[in-house]
């Protein structure tokens, strides 16, 4: 590596990830992403910016984008398992932007699904059948928000029949990241 291209990945618009490399915003497909990147990211983010809360204690509670991931998985039928814990590989390195806030900022989308795709191709997680990959999430968003969110029966865009069993967050982010990265080798092997 040239002292330019050293220099470039330090100042550009990039990140240090926790395995030591940078992430380039402007050529994600160049980076060298670990799935320790993506397990750690997506286990200390939490779904809905933060604003989950139990229904049944009323209070906030934690809830890691890598368990609503290792859940879809779990609900996925076995040609989608590996597809369903991937989905959400974006937001390892862009973090969780609300759907209505995203909605407002098209740059941001843009940079989002490139980075996507780029983990997407890393991690050979493509979906087979991406209609079904996206009604596995919106069940998943169902059940999220009948559980997670103090939802009160208004109408929101898009949803489908949540799935019957209630989610219980994980609190510790570090079991987050390791049960992700248990059931990413389960289904690699």
């Not at 050529?27 to 990147?37: G, H, K, R, T």
């Not at 890393?122 to 079904?132: M, Q, V, Y």
């Not at 109408?155 to 248990?182: K, M, N, S």
Request: with cysteine.
């Amino acid at each position: 590596m040239n002292a330019a291209s050293s220099i470039r990945s330090i100042i550009g618009p990039t990140i240090l990830l926790g395995s030591g490399t940078y992430f380039d915003y402007e050529n994600p497909e160049a980076a060298e992403l670990m799935i320790e990147d993506v397990a750690y990211g997506l286990a200390f983010s939490s779904r809905f910016a933060g604003q989950c809360v139990s229904r049944r204690t009323g209070r906030r509670v934690y809830y890691p984008i890598a368990q609503h991931c290792v859940i879809m998985a779990d609900h996925a039928p076995p040609g989608l398992k590996f597809a369903a814990l991937m989905h959400e590989v974006g937001e390892a390195t862009c973090l969780d932007m609300t759907a209505p806030l995203k909605s407002l900022c098209p740059d941001y989308k843009r940079v989002e699904k490139r980075c996507e795709a780029a983990g997407l191709r890393r991690f050979d997680a493509s979906s087979p059948d991406p209609a079904a990959l996206k009604l596995l999430d919106m069940r998943m968003l169902a059940t999220e928000r009948r559980g997670r969110l103090p939802w009160k029966g208004e109408e929101w865009t898009g949803t489908a029949e949540p799935f019957e069993a209630e989610i219980i967050p994980w609190q510790d982010p570090h079991f987050a990241a390791d049960t992700f990265l248990a059931t990413y080798h389960t289904l690699r092997s």
